[in-house]
């Protein structure tokens, strides 16, 4: 395939730059309005809250309530959007066809599968790849074991980053400027597990012995009767692009049997991927 491109885009005219309008979103000739008000909508969404209110949905992106009744309206009309007998509403199936597709395109999905699978078989454990988006960790592919507690959790989840242990992976490869724009005290907030942190300063020192060690563990910090460990993967720069993890019910796996045995296979599993990715 050509690298250059079979579309001819009109050059830009002078002037058209025009100021960000108010979220970081730039008005040149080429932003379409409308477009980007139905995204928004749908970004709005997420497995802790699955549905809301056509009120809400105004409030939380700033749009009058008629815009906003018309954009999702037309998304519901499209098919990525429906409408409860409530009056809230969901994501449609439609929405799933867009993230699957997406995902089967990413090299790192398609590169790393094989390896998840034999970690799968090794540990007889439920097997994520997760990457940062924001202050979450996105799930790109699980592989479950049906004895684990988290049964809501899915391919296009988000968890907080900071009580999961591919989210501290993660985490723990970002600069302290980085991470004190990215975490809020939002993102300590919401449900957790006993053992969870509650702010940037108790999780600084974590997040370093992280770095140092090469892996990260979360110990009831998510839920009650989790555990995980996780390695990270690299990409061609080196750079640490993606997290893996292996999740155990803490009533059948100790912390130690975890670190002592499953660790290192999960260790291994990062290493054999990122070699995929062309990580020197």
Known sequence: MSTESEVCVPP????TQGPADGQGRSNDGYHVGALAKGLRL???FSEQRPSMKLTDMAAETGLPLPTAFRMAA???SEGFLEQLPDGAYRPAPKVLTLGFSALRSLDLVQLAAAPLHRLVEATGQTVNLGVLSGDQVLYLVRLRNNDLVTAN???GSRLPAVRTSMGKLLLAHLDAGELDKLLTEASFGGAAGPNAVRSLDELRPALAETRERGWAVQDEELAYGLRSVAGPVRGASGAVVAAVNVAVPATQV???ELLDEVRPLVQETCAEISRLLGAP
Do not use: H, N
Not at 12 to 15: L, T, W
């Open 153 to 155: 959790i899915q391919v």
């Open 42 to 44: 749908l970004e709005l």
């Open 12 to 15: 830009r005219k002078q002037g």
């Open 74 to 76: 037309t998304l519901a």
């Open 254 to 256: 100790s912390t130690s």
